[in-house]
């Protein structure tokens, strides 16, 4: 078993484009869940309308990179809109559910066959991050060391990546230490209390509910930059990965969606190539490559579990904050 | 009652259910709410006098919560039109009637839990622009109103002797304090009529008093004050004019110690025949009546089989 190799591929998963994906999506459904109360399950939804709303504009109408951005942001808008209108007025759970359905509604319509010239259909799309790539500052060459040594465009998609995860941290932790924050915290406590005060409950949860809707289309985005888009990615387990993820680092915190989303990645790959190793080595005979790519997820499961019961406010949660039953 | 008119300073002509304010600060007019087949609230005509204490009182199930949820737009009516300060606010919402001065408090205690009591009482401030989603990203923008009403909700707590817990969590405080805090919070917007549903319910007696001392305080300080409540002491103790409701319609008004003494009152409280004697229990005890059914039933079926 090399303890080497298994080691520096996890490590090598800490910076990923795929974990400042998921580090942006969890801070998505931070603002969502963590702040606002909001009880979003369908984060892989606009996972998939801002990946699709990049890519598809960009390979049907030559699309310049920031008109993609710009397609991104606003589908993402209108998502967030058509999901919030109906549901932000009534008791938080209509939310939940009409956020779970869209999501698939969202995966089923992208997959169909009769849509393949737009979306691909099930085989998904590629051949889209040329302009991406032209944009790249880095010169040719190799960068880093040890597991974090990168190819010239593998920087520039990580530098891409976790500099939109720096920039939407620096935002969440601005609009929440505001008044701004401070209405949306207590609508998350008790949103008749604040209504009577004086604020417009429902704008206030829209404005929550786009600003993450456009934090997850942007993980979308940074998710299909460095490969191609796949329909199938955009299933329910990416929007519990993520919430996985959030509630290990801490639901209403800056910093706990980013190193939530780091050590469940790094958890995933490295019990990955562990159990691979095993069966590798011949120690672990009773089951096959393929049923060991499932126990990972298995061991996830039972990680959020242990987690809720035992440490609900994450890693960097406030302690006091939770153990109030309120 | 006598025949001779009762006039009193706050009304203008005769006093009565329903009568007419000399300066009325609410007037609600035909206002309906049923649920299903129950008409939880029909009230033909009432107006609550200004910078006055006024007490809403009733029996259980008489409307006055749902009462108070129509005239702060926590609840629709069916029909009905009512105005504050000569503005209709009739199907506004609920945010926009508090801004307009209306502030009410709840009768299950709404303290935000996990904010600090501070932070609970910055969220009652009106005219902050930082709760902008925009201006908020930049301090400067609101850091001086946000020093204005910090000063502000300081002196607040201070006199509700809340200040030395101002930065532990809501939730850590008492239920008496709970119910404190709301009022506290309720006066940050400077509210022109402040609504208090049942402001002494699970208050324990030393901090009744200190609350019924409160809301005398906001009556000085020129506020108008409409108040729910059941303990009819409490009511005598403080209130200017009193408003009965009984299933759903306004039943009689009045000052305190006339209302207490009108027999729709007494009627609606104790029931019509709270004066006649029930006797001593030597008639049919309907509680043994319906055990010796029973087991009448039970032996008859036991037969059967």
Redesign the interface.
Known sequence: MDWGQILSTAAGELLSPVTAAYALAAIGIGVHFGYAGLLNFGQAGFMAIGAYAFVVPTLLWDFPIWAAFLSTILVSVLFALLLGIPTLRLRADYLAIVTIASAEIVRFVVSTSGLTAITGGATGLSGYNGGFIDLNPFAPGRYGFGPWEFSANQLWVRVFGWGLVIIASVLVFLLMRSPWGRVVKGIREDEDAVRSLGKNVYAYKMQALILGGVFGAFAGVIYVLPRSLQPTNYGTTLTFFIWTMLLLGGAATIFGPIVGAMIFAALLTLSDGIVRGLIRADIVTFISGTQAGQIRFMIIGAVLMLLVIFRPQGIFGNKKELSFNV | MSDTMLTHPLVDGAVGPGCKKVDPIVVADNVTRTFGGLTAVDVAHVEIPRNAITALIGPNGAGKTTFFNLL?G?DKPNTGQWSFEGHSLARV????V??KGM????QLT??????SVL??M???A?K?P????FT??I?PL?SKR?EAIISKAEEILARFKLLEKSED?A??LSGGQRKLL?MA??L??DPVLIMLDEPMAGVNPALTQSLLGHIKELKAEGMSVLFVEHDMHMVRHISDWVIVMAEGKVVAEGPPDQVMNDPAVIDAYLGAHHDSDLGDMTGANPVIDAKEAAAEHAAKKEGAI
Not at chain 2, 103 to 106: D, E, Q, S
Request: charged share 25%.
């Open positions: 702060t926590f919402p609920a945010f926009r508090a801004r502030v009410r408090t709840f709404k303290s935000l839990g996990r904010l932070q609970n910055l969220l009652g009106t902050q930082g709760e902008n989603i908020a990203l301090k609101w946000e969590y939730a850590s709301e919070r309720a940050m917007s």
